[in-house]
């Protein structure tokens, strides 16, 4: 599940569809800090990052504050969940 800036909900596929139809093209994508925290084979993961590229045409320039939730299975570790909001450049 990933949960946008905007509220917006997306499963896995409804956000992988989602990116390759609105034209979104970034060019850049950066991590400004980021922590983890694991417990046994779960991990919180939290975090500031900077993006920019094309939307659409359109130049763009987005500062997010993540959190991404992360399960170890078999060995492989599988994002379950992430939440992004916008925040001052």
């Known amino acids: 599940m990933y949960i946008d800036y905007d509220g917006s ?13 609105e034209g979104l093209a970034p060019e850049q994508i950066v991590n ?27 130049p763009y320039s987005r500062r997010r504050r993540f959190t991404g939730t ?11 969940a992430s939440q992004s909001t916008l925040i001052q450049h």
Not at 9 to 21: C, D, G, R, V, W
Not at 70 to 80: N, P, R
């Open 9 to 21: 909900i997306s499963t896995k596929p409804e956000f992988l569809a989602n990116l390759k139809s």
């Open 32 to 58: 400004e800090q980021q922590t983890a925290h694991v417990i046994g084979d779960c991990a919180v993961v939290t975090g500031i990052y900077r993006e920019k590229g094309l939307n659409k045409g359109k």
């Open 70 to 80: 992360w399960v170890k299975i078999k060995d492989t570790w599988q994002c379950v």
